[in-house]
């Protein structure tokens, strides 16, 4: 009888250190997505900038870029909460379950 309650403990701590391995492990590749996800849209954001000779429009939710290959947009989407660039080569979702993003702009004072 002691026996087969001490096995029941260590069957339980057992499988409660597998569930919270396998959770921490999901944890884990979710975040490595979500940062390769963010590396990629500054990858983007970096050189359509860094080409740009003019913002042609700028919003909140909303950047155009004027460069020598053409006209390149990055939009957010509050509703399907995905931040897109749209440029020449078409349309690229950058990032999906974004729940909040703004762009802010600066002046070379650091004035809003």
């Given at each position: ?12 701590a ?62 957010y ?7 897109t ?24 004072n650091?004035?809003?």
């Amino acid at each position: 009888m002691v026996s087969t309650v001490i096995t029941a403990m260590v069957f339980t701590a057992v499988l409660s250190a597998y569930i919270f391995l396998g959770r921490s492990l999901i944890r884990l590749g979710n975040a490595d997505s979500i940062e390769s996800g963010v590396r990629r849209t500054l990858y983007y954001f970096r050189q359509d900038a860094a080409m740009a000779t003019a913002v042609t429009s700028a919003g909140a939710s909303q950047l155009t870029l004027s460069t020598p290959n053409g006209a390149v947009s990055y939009t957010y989407d509050s509703v399907g909460q995905t931040l897109t660039r749209t440029g020449t080569t078409g349309n690229l979702a950058l990032l999906s379950g974004v729940t909040s993003f703004k762009f802010d702009y600066y002046d070379s004072n650091q004035n809003a």
